[in-house]
């Protein structure tokens, strides 16, 4: 990464001075090209992945830009989390600090607004908030956008994908039309170029890092593990290696709280972070995880982000992400600050494993496929462990130094030696009572589709509408999306986007045949009325998606007609339901 002297980008001597005060004598890439755009006043879309300094990139000239004596709102700044949120305002405080009259203010929801409402009458001409509550703030009159000159969308993808499109569209609304807007994310995809089509003039583009993700000093790797027996393969890869610090991904709050659960009750260490936690949870469980005093943190993609904790070493997918791009931006989590760090990746089947294969090719590197340690490895490992550990610390004490232990250590030497035991007899006994046995450690077959060898596909190639799935059909119901190749859709993205909005496990869904403008999907025939209540109108990939129940249950074997009335396979098929 590249860095430009601060004092080279010509800042005012309040805003120098703050910068300073942080620690901060160089700029970023991002900041450096970012940072005069935005003085000049243009639009500016600029991407760029976590921890790369695009807050500072946003808050040096929105602080440099507020009108002081002023006390009307003169810049916005939306952000998709409360987390996210906060972390902006704090930076953009310390920012001010030697600008006084600038006063910096957060609105978000899980709070009480009563104190939000006084901050905003009390004269805060910089907000940085959540969209629902900024909206909420609208509606009741407590904050006014008719001052606005400049507007901040941060980490705009999640946004999107969080459903907000519609609401920063009012938000942008209600903003005079000459007014700069700026716009930060990780990803690109089609929805955020809809957005700046719309909502920004002639924008400059800044993309850092965007030829190779910075991916060098991470380990990645990934285990074929059995779908029905998850959890208990993350058990036995958590002893294998045993994380200090480690972020564990699940594409829904459901599986968050199932694995926190799961985790704790087999004596791991684990808090949960999710989107319907109250913040006072939610900054709870934060403040124990960046103290070490929580070592495992399960979270979704969203409550993670906004999370700046150096001495992650390891970044766990329980899911693959549903989006290869969010891939890239997790593992960014460890491997920071000059150190290695460890990205490990569970695959069920096949399916999943061209996923891999294509996140890969995304990444520009090698993800290395391992099978799942034995529990005798794991045995072998956490002996290797303790004995570095005893090793380290003999190294470190001085010869003939005296312990407050040595009278007690005598004891136990003398009581030993009565019963005719040596020395290392005595030691083996003791560190057998520190070990764990090999019968607490579940052991995992690996299913017959694990063994066979994977296939040199990717995703991207037209599924086989013939290929094999462990459930009966007389089990399944299949409904129709209104999506397929042609929209980019790949098997991974409808697995995750069912699973994130219905609650449904990956392993309950049956066959998915792909065609251009159609999609079939396998669902269990019990859960079906449910799964598509929660899918009247959901996402795929950014894109809005509608499913409708087959009559012909043949579908998902026969395949169907794509809507200008071609044959959408290579074989001879049915005509489905007319849309």
């Known amino acids: 990464m590249n860095f430009t002297p601060f004092t080279q980008l010509d800042l005012t001597e309040p805003l120098l001075r703050a910068v300073e005060d942080l620690g901060f004598t160089e700029a970023t890439e991002i900041q450096a090209q970012s940072i005069p755009l935005i003085r000049e ?28 004596s002023s006390r009307k709102v003169q810049v916005l700044v939306l952000c998709p989390t409360r987390e996210l949120a906060m972390q902006a305002c704090a930076e953009l405080r310390k920012l001010s600090r030697y600008r006084p009259g600038v006063r910096p203010e957060e609105v978000y929801g899980g709070v009480s607004m009563q104190r939000q409402v006084y901050a905003l009458q009390s004269g805060a001409n910089v907000v940085v908030g ?23 969308l941060d980490e705009a993808d999640e946004m999107l994908s969080m459903g907000f499109k519609e609401d920063i569209e009012t938000i942008l609304s209600e903003t005079p039309a000459e007014r700069q807007t700026v716009l930060f994310s990780a990803t690109m995809p089609p929805e955020i170029l809809r957005l700046t089509h719309e909502f920004q003039h002639n924008p400059a583009m800044v993309e850092i890092d965007k ?16 779908a029905l027996r998850k959890m208990d393969a993350l058990n036995l890869l958590l002893r294998f290696h045993d994380p200090r610090l480690a972020i564990i991904f699940c594409n829904t709050k459901k599986t968050v709280d199932e694995l926190t659960e799961y985790l704790n009750r087999h004596h791991f260490k684990a808090e949960a972070l999710h989107g319907d936690m109250k913040q006072p949870q939610r900054t709870q469980v934060l403040s124990g995880f960046k103290s070490a005093r929580t070592r495992l943190l399960v979270a979704t993609d969203v409550a993670a982000r906004g999370i700046d904790v150096e001495n992650i070493d390891f970044v766990i997918n329980f899911d693959i992400p549903q989006d290869p791009e969010y891939y890239i931006h997790r593992i960014g989590r ?26 890969a090719k995304l990444a520009k590197s090698h993800i290395e496929q391992l099978p799942l340690p034995a529990p005798e490895e794991i045995y072998a490992m956490a002996e290797r462990r303790q004995l570095d550990r005893i090793l380290q610390i003999l190294s470190q004490r001085d010869e ?9 250590a005598q004891s136990v030497l003398d009581a030993g030696t009565e019963r005719g035991m040596t020395p290392r007899d005595i030691i083996a006994l003791l560190l057998e009572q520190q070990s764990q046995p090999l019968s607490d450690l579940p052991v995992i077959l690996p299913e017959p589709l694990e063994r066979e060898r ?3 596909r990717t995703l991207a190639q037209p599924a086989r509408s013939g290929r094999k799935r462990p459930r009966r059909d007389g089990d399944m119901s299949y409904i129709l999306l209104n999506v397929g190749r042609n929209q980019n859709i790949m098997p991974g993205n409808i697995v995750g986007a069912i699973t994130q909005y219905t609650g449904i496990s990956g392993s309950e869904i049956g066959r998915i045949d792909l065609f251009d403008e159609r999609s079939i999907v396998g669902v269990p025939s019990e859960k079906v009325d449910g799964i598509l209540e929660k899918l009247r ?11 409708q129940l087959s009559a012909d249950s043949s579908l998902g074997r026969k395949g169907l007609w794509d809507r200008n009335g071609g044959r959408s396979g290579s074989r001879k098929l049915r005509r489905g339901p007319s849309r």
Not at 334 to 358: E, F, H, P, V, Y
């Open 41 to 68: 006043g243009k639009d500016m879309i600029g991407r760029s992945q976590t921890g790369t300094g695009k807050t500072l990139a946003f808050g040096i000239p929105a602080v440099e830009s507020v009108n002081a």
């Open 130 to 152: 959540t969209p629902g509550r900024i909206m909420d703030h609208m509606r009741r009159g407590t904050l006014k956008l008719d001052s606005i000159h400049l507007v901040v």
């Open 211 to 226: 030829k190779q993700p910075s991916v060098k000093a991470i380990h990645q790797m990934s285990y074929s593990v059995p």
């Open 334 to 359: 460890t491997g920071r600050a000059g150190k290695s760090g460890t990205a490990i990746t569970l695959c069920c089947g096949r399916q999943q494993q061209w996923q891999m294969n294509d996140i």
């Open 400 to 408: 003939g130094a005296d312990s407050p232990c040595s009278a007690m």
């Open 454 to 456: 994977i296939p040199k």
């Open 537 to 547: 109108s959901f996402k795929i990939c950014g894109q809005k998606a509608d499913a």
